[in-house]
């Protein structure tokens, strides 16, 4: 089993920057890739970022050159910097992985910004 843990969320200005975390416990060898999802009021969750063992990226369209995803091994963490944050970007952050055939969740994060 795996278990996530999000940190960092909070309100901030449109124009902020905002640094989310992904505490890993558990089995974490057998991690081969997280992702950061978020989820807007009354929205369907929507994916955000991935990064994998192998530290190759990617990124949501509506995401891409404002959020920077990655790793820190000795911490078993991953991070979500998040700049030029806009109103649309308000949501639940949460990070996810799949660990042989289970989906694992983190309790998730609130980032809130204003206008």
């Known amino acids: 089993q795996v278990q996530l843990v999000e940190s960092g969320g909070g309100l901030v200005q449109a124009g902020g920057s905002l640094t989310l975390s992904c505490a890993a416990s558990?089995?974490?060898?057998?991690?081969?890739?997280i992702n950061w999802y978020r989820q807007a009021p009354e929205k369907q969750r929507e994916w955000v970022a991935t990064?994998?063992?192998?530290?190759?990226?990617n990124y949501a369209d509506s995401v891409k050159g404002r959020f920077t995803i990655s790793r820190d091994n000795a911490k078993n963490t991953v991070y979500l910097q998040m700049n030029s944050l806009k109103p649309e970007d308000t949501a639940v952050y949460y990070c996810?992985?799949?660990?042989?055939?289970?989906?694992?969740w983190g309790q998730g994060t609130q980032v809130t910004v204003s206008s």
């Open positions: 996810h992985t799949f660990v042989r055939g289970s989906g694992y």
């Open positions: 558990g089995s974490i060898f057998s991690i081969n890739a």
């Open positions: 990064i994998t063992r192998g530290d190759s990226t």
